[in-house]
């Protein structure tokens, strides 16, 4: 792709899919612009995703039983679990859908599920094969493994292969470029198979609160995840709880207090030499957390490990908490909270024991599948952030030696520049360079919600630009009504949160009102009365984490952060969906 005199880029970027499955048309951001919000970097997709994990998605799907393996390879060249477009992902709605129609469930479940049953989703059109028998049976058979499993073989294989890859990574520093990228090569291929745990996980998450649902009495107002409540066994919240053990430390030490007022740029090389106890707290933190950060999906994206001010800023922030405001106390209201909507639901159910056995069958499935879908997740960012750390060690080597202009930019190459960038750098650096230039440009893009293969594409230079955005701020009164992910309601001071890396302005029982969130953020929902997001939906994977965390959550709020205007006071309801403006700054 090439620059044009104007300043804009073409329509043909190098790491976007040719075109669009026809016989799956219909794709969405939902579910993808939590974790790789945005432009995807070019050797996340060509390493990674384009290769590996996408045909790992299409396998999984034929896994789970919704699609036939015959219909997961159609049309190769446009996986029908996802694809690239404007340099952004887009997840498949289509397939996602033929789950719930095949399952029994309607289409209609999945979209309330997964993408929040948003008004400009295209409705489902009936295909002749949606309805295929073989399949159907194969799906309640694994509906039925859903509401009664207590084990997961195939997520407990991808976790000791995620582990492992962790527990043996090798020493770069006796490591050579070369090795260093025939290392992270060896990785990708893991994406193949971590991937069933992961869609089998996220795809089956959804038929426990749908069953919840269909037995609760709807005069009783109250939703299938007021019932849920915390799972007890999600690992996207555990480093919440490790980052408050290391507030606890903080809080307790003057001279570490006063290192952190004084801000945590460059504080870990002061730690190592001055404070090794909490030091080696820190390091161990990393070693068993350190995949994560924002956009982890991406290759190119910073996590804890390769940028650990970000912990620690959480760490800073946490702090400040007394005691009583520890994520353990805050989830055990918040599952005290769900045990009192549970005893209603039974009791209006009362002389039924069917109603109230399938009541149970339903909880206890949701909450099993809420801890696997985020263990499903984390496996895979675990062997992405292998591949990571061994790149950018390369990275900063030639960056070091003048070739590159920083460390991050190796992840503007292609897979195939990678041993030319090693052996004679000048060939291919200034593609990358341009390559660079080129990717900024989409990062101001307003890329559309939902995509139609069967529509003719929209050329970039007709793509609505962020800067462009006109949308009035709310007024006092003014109640924004989207959908509630996490019970309660709490009131506090909007804070508007774009980069988890900019939190040095909030404080405890702040709102937190962000475009979007992933897991990295959630340390951070420890510190908020209260979360707001543009785009979500009640299962997306950090509305669980918020739910474990008892942080009331409205989701899919579009334009949240123009919406709201930072510094208002505003009242959060994470039953109904809504927030209220109480005052203007």
């Known amino acids: 792709m090439t620059e044009t ?17 026809e016989r799956f048309p219909i794709y969405t951001r939902f579910n993808a612009n939590d974790v790789l919000p945005d432009p995807i970097t070019p050797l996340g997709a060509d390493l990674i995703w384009n290769p590996h994990i996408l045909p790992g998605f299409s396998n999984a799907y034929a896994q789970m039983g919704c699609i036939s393996v015959a219909e997961a390879n159609t049309d190769p060249d446009a996986f029908p679990a996802a694809c690239f477009r404007y340099g952004h992902m887009y997840v498949n709605v289509t397939t996602a859908r033929l789950t719930g129609i095949r399952a029994g469930m309607g289409w209609e479940a999945i979209d309330a599920s997964f993408f929040g049953s948003h008004p400009d989703a295209p409705p ?44 043996q990574r090798p020493d770069f520093d006796e490591m050579s470029n070369l090795a260093l990228v025939a290392y992270a090569r060896s990785l990708a291929p893991y994406e193949r198979i971590t991937w069933r745990g992961e869609l089998i996980g996220g795809a089956q998450a959804a038929i ?15 939703s299938p995840f007021d019932l849920v409540g915390p799972a007890g066994d999600v690992v996207s919240a555990q480093p919440s709880y490790a980052l408050w053990d290391l507030s606890r430390i903080v809080r307790a030490d003057a001279a570490l207090s006063e290192l952190f007022d004084a801000g945590v740029e460059g504080m870990v090389p002061w730690l190592r030499d001055h404070h090794s106890d909490f030091h080696q707290k820190f390091q161990a933190f990393l070693h068993d957390y350190g995949y994560r950060g924002p956009s982890e999906w991406d290759l190119g994206a910073d996590s804890w490990e390769t940028k650990p001010e970000l912990p620690l800023a959480l760490i800073d922030r946490m702090r400040h908490l007394d005691d009583s405001q520890s994520p353990a106390a805050r989830r055990a209201e918040a599952s005290l909270a769900a045990e009192r909507s549970v005893a209603r639901v039974v009791e209006a159910l009362a002389g039924n024991d069917e109603a109230q056995a399938t009541l149970r069958m339903g909880l206890d499935s949701a909450r099993r599948f809420a801890g696997w879908r985020e263990l499903g997740k984390s496996n895979c960012i675990k062997v992405i952030n292998e591949a990571r750390v061994a790149l950018l060690e390369v990275g900063r080597r030639l960056a070091n030696e003048g070739i590159l202009d920083h460390p991050r930019q190796i992840f503007m190459a292609l897979d195939n520049e990678l041993d030319r960038l090693v052996l004679d750098a000048d060939l291919v650096v200034p593609a990358i360079r341009q390559r660079e230039a080129d990717w900024r440009m989409y990062w101001d893009l307003e890329v559309p919600l939902f995509l139609d293969a069967r529509q003719p594409r929209v050329p970039v230079a007709q793509v609505r630009r962020k800067a462009g955005d006109d949308i009035s701020a709310a007024g006092v009164g003014d109640t924004l009504t989207a959908i509630g992910a996490a019970a309660g309601v709490a009131s506090g001071r909007a804070r508007i949160i774009t980069d988890p890396a900019e939190v040095a302005s909030f404080e405890p029982g702040d709102v937190l009102v962000a475009p979007q969130t992933d897991p990295s953020w959630t340390p951070l929902f420890v510190v908020a009365a209260a979360v707001v997001v543009g785009v979500g939906a009640p299962n997306s994977h950090a509305m669980i984490v918020s739910r474990e965390l008892g942080i009331p959550c409205v989701a899919g709020l579009e334009g949240a952060t123009k919406l709201i205007r930072d510094g208002a006071t505003v009242t959060v309801d994470g039953s109904a969906g809504t927030v209220t403006i109480d005052a203007l700054p």
């Not at 094969?129 to 799906?139: E, F, M, Q, T, V």
């Not at 407990?156 to 582990?163: G, Q, S």
């Open 208 to 222: 426990g609160p749908a069953v919840v649902g269909s037995v609760t009495p709807p005069e009783l107002g109250i």
């Open 124 to 167: 489902h059109e009936t295909h002749p094969d949606d309805g295929d028998p073989d399949i159907a049976a194969r799906l309640a058979e694994r509906t039925g493994w859903t509401l009664t499993t207590s084990t997961f073989p195939e997520l407990e294989e991808d976790t000791r292969i995620a582990d492992r890859l962790r527990s």
């Open 5 to 21: 005199m104007q300043g804009q880029v073409s329509d043909d970027w190098c790491i976007d899919s040719p075109k669009l499955n």
